[in-house]
């Protein structure tokens, strides 16, 4: 590739923008002494909040693509009346301060809110559960799910399923031989990307669910309750964990596309 | 196509350009105010933040930063975190001494604080709303066998951090002798906590023990946040039947409120000898330095300005806004009157400018 001249200043600002992001990560882990790490990773409590958070991350995850993806092909595929108000509304869980949608979802979802009235018989609660947890987490991140999605089935060509069709084929068989296999990549790094915000959710879990408690509450309560030296190896253990499970999946992912 | 990019870039760059200057004016035209920061019990809340209004409207050289925690973390983030904090209240006074006094700012080397005001009393008591269960059976006498219910949720503070929290736990080890049964902390407490809550009860001693992980199981009908007014929004919605609280917090919120019997409510005088049989210790290093022991006793909230208190004069101010005829009446139109005329511990070493406030 020509080696293309580009404004100095974008250099100086683009690495000041890494190092903006690198150091708190790698101050985090200076910090962050080889014992009180050992100690944090056998303790229970850290252990059992590590795999709450990611159990509750993956199962709002595949709800997300249960009722994201259907969501996220007919924004692709269709126009209509109110198509723009629509996904409008559904990026609205990324602007809102994510503790009103912890207030929000407790309307809908506490004992005598909405739904949580109308389940309640079923002896599904969501305060103080993992159904909570999973709640919170999906609210939050289903917006990055169904954009990617979107994006990805609208980058198939629809002359494709077009000919399929004419082929025989039913429309949920285009949908899963043709479709989903081409945007395979863009619908996995969504599924990637949800998963990830969910794992990194504090402010809506913590007002529907605070316990059990997932690992940004721990951290908060650890800083809080306390001091550094309790919260920081939290963190830190959280950090390497998440790093290689997202390096993990997204390796995967690019293997499958190979 | 080039002239429209061009258009487009340099939109962006104006808008850049007027989001910074709008940032730098607005950070030059607001005139720099002196700031006092205020760190206070939670169930202060309410009439604190009418005392804010009043102090800024009758002062407008001063921004009052407020901040509300737990009694126990308020402590936490002068005598731990050592931020720069001007005024101190907590909902146990005994706090001051055992943690501020005890502890030296590392800057200067001497005690966070070296006096206090005794600044208002409370009782503990329940609240609840009429449509909480059972709301229609409870009284003075049964409360602890409906809140014992496994399907009532009853919102309890955490006693690491809350002073209702080690207060609401005093009240069920109290009421073991008051009833005649033996059995009422453990009936209440069992099976809730992934790590116990011990009660030692020694008749004229009673040492309840709290784990350092308290985290309510699954199954349990006990739901616990860091602090007493954290449990208001979810009385509110309905989400938890009863929860421990003060007697000023649950009439400045209008719930129901059940009185507990004066010999376990920690605010009646004439049983103060029966209140300090208890004491909860926390079975793990909780202070840098300090090991922090609760005694039952009545119920007192402390007022101080820490050693370390950046800005005195404006805290001094503040001080005397509080306990002058303003900061009286709002804590009295919210059901919690000052203690006059003030009392307190090492009042001789309070600042000369607040000497003049003690007799009136």
């Known amino acids: ?258 | 196509m080039i002239n429209k990019m061009k258009t487009t870039n340099k939109l962006f760059a104006l808008l850049c350009l007027c989001l910074a200057i709008f940032g730098a004016v607005s950070a030059c035209v607001a005139k720099p105010k002196s700031t006092i920061v205020v760190f206070a019990a939670g169930s202060l809340m309410q009439p604190f933040k009418e005392i804010e209004k009043a102090f800024e409207a009758k002062y407008p050289q001063y921004d009052l930063r407020m901040e509300y925690h737990g009694s126990i973390q308020v402590m936490r983030h002068v005598t731990d975190l050592h931020e720069p904090i001007d005024i101190v209240a907590t909902a146990d006074q005994a706090l001051i001494p055992m943690l501020m006094y005890a502890t030296n700012d590392p800057a200067t080397g001497k005690p966070y604080a070296n006096w206090y005001a005794s600044m208002a009393t409370n009782k503990l008591a329940i609240a609840y709303q009429a449509k909480s269960k059972y709301a229609d059976e409870i009284t003075a006498e049964n409360w602890w066998q409906i809140l014992s219910r496994p399907d009532v949720r009853v919102g309890l503070s955490d006693p690491r951090f809350d002073a209702v929290g080690y207060r609401q736990l005093m009240v069920f080890a109290l009421a073991q002798a008051l009833y005649g049964n033996d059995q009422i902390f453990n009936d209440f407490l069992e099976g809730q906590f992934t790590r116990p809550i011990n009660l030692v009860d020694l008749g004229d001693m009673l040492i309840i023990r709290i784990p350092e992980i308290l985290e309510t199981t699954g199954s349990a009908h006990l739901v616990m946040r860091g602090s007493s007014i954290a449990l208001n929004a979810l009385l509110e919605a309905g989400e938890i039947d009863y929860a421990f609280e003060y007697e000023s917090v649950i009439k400045q919120q209008g719930f129901e409120m059940l009185n507990l019997p004066a010999e376990l409510n920690l605010g009646d005088e004439a049983h103060e000898a029966n209140y300090r049989r208890v004491t909860v210790k926390l079975d793990f290093r909780r202070f840098a330095s300090v090991e922090p022991v609760f005694n039952g006793e009545l119920i007192r909230y402390g007022l101080t300005i820490p050693e370390s208190s950046p800005n005195p004069e404006g805290a001094a101010r503040f001080f005397a806004f509080f306990y002058g005829e303003d900061g009286q009446k709002i804590m009295a139109d919210n059901h919690h009157p000052l203690i006059r005329p003030i009392e307190g511990d090492h009042l001789e070493l309070m600042p000369d400018a607040l000497k003049g406030l003690t007799g009136d």
């Open chain 1, 1 to 258: 590739m020509k080696k293309q001249k580009l404004p100095e200043l974008f250099v100086v600002a683009a690495v000041l923008l890494v190092i903006f992001v690198i150091l708190p990560i790698l101050l985090t882990f200076a910090s962050t002494s080889a014992t009180n790490l050992f100690e944090t990773l056998i303790d229970p409590e850290v252990a059992r909040s590590i795999g709450l958070t990611f159990l509750a991350a993956g199962i709002a995850s595949a709800l997300g693509v249960l009722m994201g993806l259907p969501l996220a092909y007919i924004l692709a595929r269709r126009d209509f009346r109110g198509k723009g108000l629509i996904e409008g509304l559904i990026d609205l869980p990324l602007i809102i301060p994510h503790t009103a949608a912890g207030i929000a979802l407790l309307m809908v979802f506490g004992r005598q809110g909405v739904l949580g009235k109308l389940v309640r018989p079923l002896g599904l609660f969501f305060v103080d559960t993992l159904a909570g947890v999973v709640v919170g987490m999906l609210f939050v991140s289903i917006p990055l799910l169904v954009n990617a999605a979107r994006d990805a089935f609208k980058a198939v060509d629809s002359d494709l399923e077009q000919s399929a069709r004419v082929d025989g084929a039913s429309a949920w068989k285009v949908f899963l031989t043709i479709t989903l296999p081409l945007a395979w990549r863009g619908v996995v790094s969504g599924v990637i990307t949800m998963w990830a915000r969910g794992i990194s959710e504090f402010g809506a879990v913590a007002i529907l669910a605070y316990s059990p408690k997932i690992v940004p509450v721990l951290i908060y309560e650890k800083f809080q309750g306390f001091g550094l030296k309790a919260a920081t190896p939290i963190a830190a253990i959280l950090l390497v964990i998440v790093v290689l499970v997202f390096f993990v999946l997204r390796s995967l992912a690019g293997a499958i596309d190979d």
